[in-house]
């Protein structure tokens, strides 16, 4: 949804000749979208153990904080949606993180898939950064309102990968994980990186061939929408696959 709303800008600014009107408006659903990112959406924590840890324990609930930390009243409010300081937080535990991070990069089950994922990024930025110019300039010479529809193409692309990517990541996984005896195994969410990646490389090739041939504007909406379809199912992807690869 906020990359179809940029389709309204040229209306906003007037078709750029008043740009300064996009700050008049744009601070409200900014308003709305900061609202909703931290007051419907609690900060959670939950556990994905492996199978031969199944007896362990694992699966019981996680402890509360110990009774000299539990907060209440307007501290424990904040406290739900992650807005202030967890009691057990510390500057150390921040430094951990960080080697962490390193750690996660150099693993082999997230380092082909980071390379992945930024091959498809840079894919998407040279289009979203280069498209605005090429259709302003000749022969294509269009308005600014044809120009920025084409986030309207990217934002129907995303929403089928809402039922596309879940099918790569739930159903056919799960058939898998059905023949393995029962078992799933992290690899088998690589099915769900097949069509991000070959559509990601598809719409680059598409656009690249239309700004070079310099055809017809239809083109550039569907690399667009192709690339939006590409970039949301590969983030669906990513974010199953990290917490398969890491499972605790």
Not at 120 to 125: E, K, R
């Amino acid at each position: 949804m906020g990359t179809g709303s940029l389709a309204v800008v040229p209306y906003i600014s007037s078709h750029g000749g008043d740009w300064r009107q996009l700050y008049h408006f744009w601070p409200i659903p900014m308003a709305i979208s900061f609202v909703l990112v931290f007051l419907p959406y609690p900060q959670t924590y939950f556990k994905r153990p492996t199978h031969d840890e199944a007896s362990s324990g694992i699966y019981c609930d996680l402890p509360d904080l110990p009774s000299g930390l539990q907060r209440n009243g307007f501290n424990g409010l904040r406290d739900r949606p992650g807005l202030s300081r967890s009691p057990l937080a510390s500057w150390t535990a921040v430094g951990h993180c960080c080697y962490q991070i390193a750690f996660c990069a150099v693993n082999s089950l997230i380092f082909w898939v980071f390379i992945a994922s930024s091959v498809n990024f840079a894919g998407m930025l040279i289009i979203g950064t280069t498209y605005a110019q090429i259709l302003q300039s000749p022969p294509y010479n269009f308005s600014s309102v044809l120009i920025m529809n084409v986030n309207i193409c990217s934002d129907v692309g995303a929403l089928f990968a809402f039922p596309l990517g879940g099918v790569l990541i739930g159903k056919i996984p799960n058939r898998l994980a059905r023949r393995n005896r029962g078992v799933p195994e992290a690899e088998h969410l690589l099915l769900g990186y097949f069509l991000p990646v070959v559509i990601g490389a598809l719409s680059t090739f598409i656009y690249g061939f239309a700004a070079r041939c310099k055809i017809h504007l239809a083109f550039y909406y569907l690399a667009y929408g192709l690339i939006g379809f590409s970039w949301s199912t590969l983030s669906i992807s990513n974010t199953m696959w990290v917490t398969e690869a890491f499972p605790q």
